[in-house]
């Protein structure tokens, strides 16, 4: 266990959680160069599709989620540039709820829009399946209000509203060709004025199918007259920011190509959302597509000519930008600390840490967080009667991945039931493909394994690359994660970091010993890759089961 004065003030620090989040700064990527510059990406994690709106001097952004709970993560910054975890609009559960939990790879919350409007945060998405939700709150940390399905619909995706100047509310929206059998569309409804049901049907008004195939993730806004959409189009990982603009709100609007990745290594540079300044500078937020690591942020400097945007850099004077590796912070009136999104964790509070997600809707009795004894007690779940591999297991607790290189390390206690074998627990690395140290209860005692399965999503079985027995369940896991040289897909032009991560483990904390084989690392369904651990048991009928106490989880450079 950790020292005595950590566990002494534990509880002091769990009763001012967003305190510590605020000063929480990453040893494995930090944004801002403290000299007044910043590099890209801002935030080395997969937060994909993201959006964000200014309240003041306070900015707040938000990023798909998917099947990952708690969801809809809410980030706060000061400068566009510094960013904490703050909380999340979707705490437990999504509906449909599935008894018992399964997790919905690459469904539920896709593309969110968060604006505020007359003392109310709202946040819209698109669920492809069901059609686009809304949730709202006074305060950005919470509590939000239980979704509404503003407006039903299969593949109706990435929503956004506008509270337009006469009172009148719309919303944009995208469709997913997946479950609208179309795509690269674009279309508009009009809301009810409390922003909770649609009034009209939407009208089309725009169809990339000519020269902006696969456009989607519209943003809505209006300056000097013009209702302008910004839109990605060309696909995740080779496309291009479009804006259009109208002085209708149905069209028909002008396009132009406002951003692209040129001469940059910065593939498929769009989906994002315009930002200013209280001293009136404008900026873009947007993501970039690198395979395993999934989604990174990057921040643009942007600004208007003739009342269009140009994003990036426009060396060339087309008014089409490039993205900047590095750029002068945003000037916002003020320096601010240097802060992080959160990654390690000592588990010194009472609730999950906002870095860490479930793979489906959140059951009470996977997990007690212990923090006055410095631990996160997991307990061991059944898994399904049809279990085949991890995939498709709801409790595990993961995180994205921080950085191109770092170091993952666990401590855990592994205390299975004696009354029946095959409880599991471990540090994994997970994805298409995933692979970990795995600690199992067996007829002959605690297994340490180092294994690996490729094609989960297809119900592969696991393989072990190696194996040691162990005299108890008290152990040191790591992960050594390290970016190799990027594979280009010429046939789409875009880019796919390689990811590797070696294993080792330690019985004193102090000198490791490497176990099994290199993996690689790949990501999920519409996510990266994602580090953390889990508690398993196999689906037998029994009252009670065993379970592992974390110590810690700590990222760092080595």
Sequence with gaps: MKKLTVILISCLLATLPTLAQKNYVSQVWVADKGD?????????????????????????????????????????????????IIGAAIPYALTPIDTPEKPQHG?????????????????????PDQGAFMTKAKNPEGPWTDPILVKPGKGIIDATPLWDDNGRVYLVHGYAGSRAQLKSILGICELNADATKTITQSRIVFDGHDNHETVEGPKLYKRNGYYYIFAPAGGVATGWQLVLRSKNIYGPYEEKVVMHQGKTPINGPHQGTWLDTTTGEDWFLHFQDVGAYGRLIHLQPMKWINDWPVIGIDKDGDGCGEPVLSYKKPNVGKTYPICTPQESDEFDGFTLSPQWQWHANINEKWAYFAGDKGYARLYSYPVSSEYKNLWNVANLMLQKMPADNFTTTMKLNFKPTNRYKGERTGLIVMGFNYAGLILENTDNGIILSQIECKNANKGTAEQANGTVALKNGEIYLKAVFKAGEKKVKESEGGSNAIVTCTFSYSLDGKKYQSLGNAFQAKEGMWIGAKVGTFCTRPAIVTNDGGWVEVDWFRVTKK
């Design 107 to 127: 469904n539920r919350v896709w593309a969110p829009s968060i604006r505020h409007h007359d003392g109310e945060f709202y946040i819209f998405w698109g669920d």
């Design 36 to 84: 007044g510059t910043y590099r890209n990406p801002i935030i080395h994690a997969d937060y994909s599709d993201p959006d964000a709106c200014r309240v003041g001097d306070d900015f707040y952004m938000t990023s798909s989620s998917f099947n990952c709970l708690p969801g809809l993560q809410i980030l706060h910054s000061k400068d566009l540039v510094n960013w904490s």
